[in-house]
Nanobody, 120 residues
């Protein structure tokens, strides 16, 4: 059983910063790509940023230059540093990871989501 547990969401003023964390735990053989997604109200879930096991990063155009994704592979943890946040980025942020559980095949896992609210 593999779990992704997110933390770091909350309320921040426009222009402020937040740092999200997501730790994968359980019976893990290997973790491949990890990433963050968000789902604005009434819209489909969208990729915010991803990072491969070799630390190659990919960002949505809307967050380039403001968000930074990183990972600590030894801790199976991914981070998302979000700066210059905008009110329209208020939504739930989800962690995703491609994980090979011990004795199983590569599987996509999702966290439960963490709320980010950008408001004055």
């Amino acid at each position: 059983q593999v779990q992704l547990v997110e933390s770091g969401g909350g309320l921040v003023q426009p222009g402020g910063s937040l740092r999200l964390s997501c730790a994968a735990s359980g019976s893990i053989f290997r973790v491949y790509a990890m990433g963050w997604y968000r789902q604005p109200p009434g819209k489909e879930r969208e990729l915010v940023a991803s990072i491969s096991s070799s630390k190659i990063t990919n960002y949505a155009d809307s967050v380039k230059g403001r968000f930074t994704i990183s990972r600590d592979s030894a801790k199976n943890t991914v981070y998302l540093q979000m700066n210059s946040l905008k009110a329209e980025e208020t939504t739930i942020y989800f962690c995703n990871a491609e994980v090979v559980p011990t004795g199983w095949i590569k599987t996509d896992y999702w966290g439960q989501g963490t709320q980010v609210t950008v408001s004055s």
